[in-house]
């Protein structure tokens, strides 16, 4: 494994009460999950909601997860629509005791390979923390290219590349690949937590993980199988687990394990930021129904 960013960083909600930052239940679900013994918390990022809150809720978040996270690095996610703010995140992050930095290249006009490089060029000159980039094509409509990797990759202050898994990029040839294209300091890190057992086993160095925001002993179980090369611990782990990635792809992450963290009491109703919403009705019961038949209840 690569030194540097590596490991489970555990992706928590930023919940939400009367439409106002939920700061005691933050503070309890981030000191829930550093005692798990994850690598690090990473918070505002897409589960984490960042980009709908005002920079005061941000400041907020980030304040009190350096707080209760103990020995935990925490990251955070500073993406934004102008290269200004994103900076503006990333100094508040530094400021309040951040280890690193986690840049998605959102948009509303849809940017150009140079527009994103450039976004990261300016990010990575201006923040003095270590700068993740977060590829996910899903939440920010950006495909990044290997050109594109290594460009950014290049840049100073980039420690960690968060590429998306699946079927075709979770395998030994991809990360080989990657590598390649990146600096030896540069980690690979995968998301897509269905793919997470494979990318592991084929020697990724990070897992950024939804499911470690919500179960962390389930998924350092699943990791710490991988990661000794106990493939067939790790595979049967995310086979059993397979319906809450099927229900993670049919509904969104994000409102599944909010549901989830409301019907658990890790917070109070409507702890997703408007227009989105927690599941209701058959969806809903469905994946409550799964929490329960997967043994996930005791581990939140």
Known sequence: MTAGIAGVSAFPLTPLADDRLDEDALGRRIARIAQSGVDSITVLGS????????????????QIAVEHSG??????????????????????????????????????????????????????????????????????????????YRSV?????????KTPGSAATATQGRI????????QTVTVGFSGDAFAASALLAGADAWYSVIAGAF??????????ARAGD??????????LQPLW??????GSVRVVAT??????QTGAGSLPRPLRALGGEARVSVLGLVTRLGLDGDG
């Not at 589960?47 to 980030?62: I, Q």
């Not at 080989?176 to 600096?183: E, G, I």
């Open 47 to 62: 589960t984490g909601s960042g980009p709908y809150l005002s920079e005061a809720e941000r400041r907020a978040a980030v």
């Open 71 to 148: 020995e935990v690095p925490v990251y955070v996610g500073i993406g934004a629509l102008r290269t200004r703010d994103a900076i503006r995140h990333g100094e508040t992050a530094q400021d309040a005791g951040a280890e690193a930095v986690l840049l998605p290249p959102l948009a509303y006009q849809p940017l150009t390979d140079e527009e994103v490089v450039g976004l990261y060029a300016d990010v990575a000159n201006a923040v003095e923390l270590p700068l993740i980039v977060y590829d996910n094509p899903r939440t920010t409509g950006v495909t990044f290219t290997d050109e594109m």
């Open 153 to 161: 990759a290049a840049l100073p202050r980039v420690a960690s590349v």
């Open 176 to 183: 080989d690949a990657l590598r390649s294209l990146l600096p």
């Open 216 to 225: 962390p002993e389930t998924a350092l179980r699943l990791a710490r199988a």
């Open 231 to 240: 493939a067939r611990t790790a595979v049967d782990e995310t086979a059993r």
């Open 246 to 251: 099927d229900a993670f792809a049919a509904y």
């Open 260 to 265: 989830i963290a409301e019907a658990l009491g």
